[in-house]
């Protein structure tokens, strides 16, 4: 039986698992917190813009179940809000216990407040992950979804210091590059030339503490943007934004709220004493125990060298996905990304060849293009989603962008990939060599 | 780099202290002037407490306070009882693994000797030290009557405190020789406030004299008398140790005798985890002056604030 270790429970994490859960092995998620889905318990918005396309390519490639279960806690579906187009916003409060069903009863093992901080490595080979209670988890492939935020240090170091937020560094401890700790380099990303990182782009109001008028209207609408004053206008946190989808204009001119359980700001931070200035915002207070009148988690700061299979560079048996595996941003990403590697970390185990997702389709067009672009002189500036911003643009280019499910399955299905990632790969014997890559 | 050790001080009033201003933490990365976080997790973030402290550093400063009494054991030996000023610090010197530099008032500073925490009594805030006298410091300690002056509380005493303040309901064998006894009754203590049972072993070693056999009585532990030097005595450890079902061991006493004990240790059955007392020579206490350095694993390390495993102190 082949083991799949994968560190960290995020988005990432639980789509890794469910590849690999469906690839035959037998898989465990190390999580540091006692809840899955990291800074998913934060997210909500799925299928905006060309997210649409990459989630139903993951329905298509077989292994769509993460974005049905999104789909069915979704508070409001087909939501417009500025630069954005149908997008689905599920209920981040509700979400973690539907997620974590799921996966225990296909039968991924879970250990909680399980933090990762160091590897046993022989010959470029992992043996096992060494967690901070001395415990070694010992595995074949070992896929790490830890992502690239915080720890402390970091946020103090090129941010405002830590907020408290869903990453729970304080309480649980901080994120450990487990790549790093195997000896490969991590990639850093850019805001300016010495300063590292960039900072979360939203935040959450708790919905009770709205005026009536904006909590109906959210209720309703799933949506309210409310015109900020002119002395309020703070263009300079749109740059220091990781969230490039939503650094346009009118995330500055306006307060833009999108009900997702929470209320969620969609801006890094904002400073209460002039929140409450607003009309509807007077008593207004941040989620609990987030400090989001004062900052905001910084990430990019630990990216692991990866090829397009999604395999850690310079190490025989570390695969990783999200945000270690380049300056994506998202939960779409994150869950794509992680499928490809929890499917591939199972071949790799079995010695059978990895695939590559061709770029006829946007979650193998992004992958490869992330790479590219990071080995450009600017690559560790930008950040890139299927939501917006620069990939957003070039999916319209290319014609990738599609937002009828049929024809984004016959796509899948031309390519011979319809349910790829729900084979079960332990009974399957793949004897042509390049059956799949020669293709592309 | 992983760090697989801890600073003793890191999270206490004590921090951060003048190595993290000089970019020599001994935890955090970025108080090693390096560009990104990754530490040994304590449950805080030293930087964080850097930067709200805004340079400001709390040292430990010499205290000058009255000798409450001093009683000779025998010409070489005697114990210091003195009186601390204040509730707050009596308390942080009542912990396992405490020590104190001690030198007689208007003697300059290199007259500190670092000196164990043999016993407190917090009602009275009286704290007692045992003194072996043998060279110039100990025998200036000797002569000081009144005023005596004291800077500490240091808490790196002992390896392997986590065993100490997290057991519960457990067997413990202590083991103590000569002069090392002197670390033992506040580690007896703490564990019978953690409810364990208690097996100690006293040799009095080249003191001919056991320091800590009346306050033992006292706490209604029995003792066995000992002695580590005989081969006889040795299976007889062996015998102890299976037959209690010991879960840790600490030893007091000299590395010869942690020594000796680890390798009675590797002949049992199944793993004991042993704490051992701290012998480095230590001067400044702030792992600043290097006295205490040593190689262990492959690094240089200041054993006076480091914590670490006596497997990782004594080698395997």
Redesign the interface.
Known sequence: MVEVIIIGGGWAGCGAALAAKKAGANVTILEKTDMLLGCGLVGGIIRNNGRFTAAEEAIALGAGELFQICDSTAKHKNVDFPGHKHATLYDVTKIEPKIRKFLEDIGVNIKFKS?A??VKIRDNIIQGIIL?NDDIIEGDVFIETTGSS?????C??YGN??SMCIQR??AY??R??IS??AGVE?L?GRRSVDI?GAMSGSCKLNKDTLGDNIKSQLDEKGVVVVKLPERFINREKLSMKVCQQYALEEYAQNIILLDTGYAKLMTPFFPLEELRKIEGFENARFEDPYAAGKGNSIRY??MAPRNDYLQVLGLNNLFCAGEKSGPFIGHTEAICTGILAGNNSVRKALNMELIKLPRALAIGDIISYVNEQLKTENGLYKRFTFAGSIYFERMKQLGIYETSPEIIKDRVAKLGLAGIFNENLMFKQEKAVGMYNNRF | MAFNYYCIDAGSQYCPCYLAKTDNCLICSILQGKEYCDCKWQGICVYQEYIWANGKIEERKSLCVTIAEKKYINDRLFTLTIEIPSDSLIRAYNQPGAFAFLRPANFLEYYDVPLCVMDVDESKKHLTFAINIIGPKSKALAISENAILIRGPYWNGLFGLKHIKSSYNKNWIVIGRGIGQASLLPVVKNLLRGNNRITVLLDPGNLKVNLVEKEINKLGIEFQVFDLNSSFHKIRLKEIIEKSETDFIYSCGSDAQHKFIQNVLNKVGYKIPLVISNNYQLCCGEGICGSCESMIDGELIHLCKIQLGSEQVLGG
């Open positions: 933090r901080v160091d901070a915080g720890p402390m240090g970091n103090l170091k210091g830590c560094c304080p401890g901080p450990v590059s790093k700790k991590d850093v590292f700061m630990a």
